[in-house]
């Protein structure tokens, strides 16, 4: 069974940084391209960042240039860098693999990240 759980979201001042991790296990975490989404309330979860097995990485176009993704295969772990956060990026933020066409239905509890302005 795949389990995912994120770490490292709190309360953090606009212009502020969090750095979230996301540690998973019951996968080959290797193989995978992993995505960070995240969720705001009233709204659907939204894929933030992505980062393929070899490191490639893309971006919505609202976090390009402030959000880094990277990953540890070593440790089955994939972070999430986020600097000069914005109100808007308030919202609890999930990991898992990006699997275009596939609904992810396994997804871990989240970390909330709260930015007040």
């Known amino acids: 069974q795949v389990q995912l759980v994120e770490s490292g979201g709190g309360l953090v001042q606009a212009g502020g940084s969090l750095r979230l991790s996301c540690a998973a296990s019951g996968l080959t975490f290797g193989s995978y391209a992993m995505g960070w989404y995240r969720q705001a309330p009233g709204k659907e979860r939204e894929l933030v960042a992505k980062?393929?097995?070899?490191?490639?990485?893309n971006y919505a176009d609202s976090v390009k240039g402030r959000f880094t993704i990277s990953r540890d295969n070593a440790k089955n772990t994939v972070y999430l860098e986020m600097k000069s956060l914005k109100s808007e990026d308030t919202a609890v933020y999930y990991c898992?693999?990006?699997?275009?066409?596939?609904?992810?239905?396994?997804w871990g509890q989240g970390t909330q990240v709260t930015v007040s302005s």
């Open positions: 898992a693999p990006y699997l275009p066409g596939v609904q992810w239905r396994n």
């Open positions: 980062i393929t097995s070899n490191g490639n990485t």
